[in-house]
């Protein structure tokens, strides 16, 4: 598994979809527990899977478990405003294709990594914040504190991850905002569809391969 620590850190995004409705409303830590569970099926059948097959397991549980919606206005910050509606659906849309692209292409091996709860605070009936450790197979370990809120429909869904500090919600704020004060809407998709594209294309080449990419 590559880069597993920028992975988590932007964050990327998983048990399969089934099921999701009725456990999320009292229990926030529910989607933390399918994205975990998921991740980990993929790790351990990467090779049997390839690229193209954990992009399919993982794609459901992803959009089901994160917030795509809060989180494309945050990231997008004063921007998003300005944006058409139709310019507003295709951002979304792509920012979860990377989102699934990105879990899929870097979550390629398994070396018995395991994830743990460390803490769940409830913060209040709409926000929660559950923390979890990635215990590596050597041992190490990677702070991963999970923030949720209620969607619309009172569902708990997946906000922002904080690996070791670092916020994924502000990492890409931070780029987007960059992006588009410089070069506009149209260079920052341009940017999020050619990492989609390097994703598939390193996983086309790497297929059957046999080999697991660890750092």
């Not at 979809?17 to 993929?42: E, F, K, S």
């Not at 690229?51 to 998003?80: H, K, L, Q, T």
Request: charged share 25%.
């Amino acid at each position: 598994m590559r880069n597993m620590r920028s992975l988590i850190a932007a964050m990327a995004l998983l048990v399969m979809a089934t099921g999701v409705q009725g456990a999320d409303a009292g229990d926030p830590a529910a989607p933390v527990a399918r994205l975990h569970d998921a991740l980990l099926d993929i790790m351990k059948r990467a090779d049997e899977l390839g690229y193209r097959g954990r992009y399919a397991a993982i794609e459901p549980v992803v959009n089901e478990s994160f917030d795509f919606p809060a989180i494309g206005r945050i990231v997008m910050g004063r921007y998003w405003a300005g944006l058409t509606e139709q310019d507003k659906k295709e951002f979304l849309e792509t920012f979860a294709k990377l989102s699934v692209a990105t879990y899929a292409s870097r979550f390629d091996g398994y070396d018995g990594e395991a994830f743990r709860t460390a803490g769940n605070d409830k913060q209040n009936e709409n926000n929660a914040l559950v923390k979890t450790e990635l215990v590596k197979g050597n041992g190490e370990t990677v702070s991963l504190n999970y923030q949720l809120r209620t969607d619309t429909d009172g569902k708990w869904r997946i906000l922002n991850v904080v690996a070791d500090g670092v916020s994924d919600l502000s990492l890409k704020r931070a780029e987007y905002a960059s992006i588009m004060s410089t070069d506009g809407y149209a260079a920052l998709m341009t940017k999020l569809n050619a990492k989609i594209a390097q994703y598939e294309g390193d996983g086309a080449a790497t297929a059957g391969s046999g080999n697991t990419r660890q750092e």
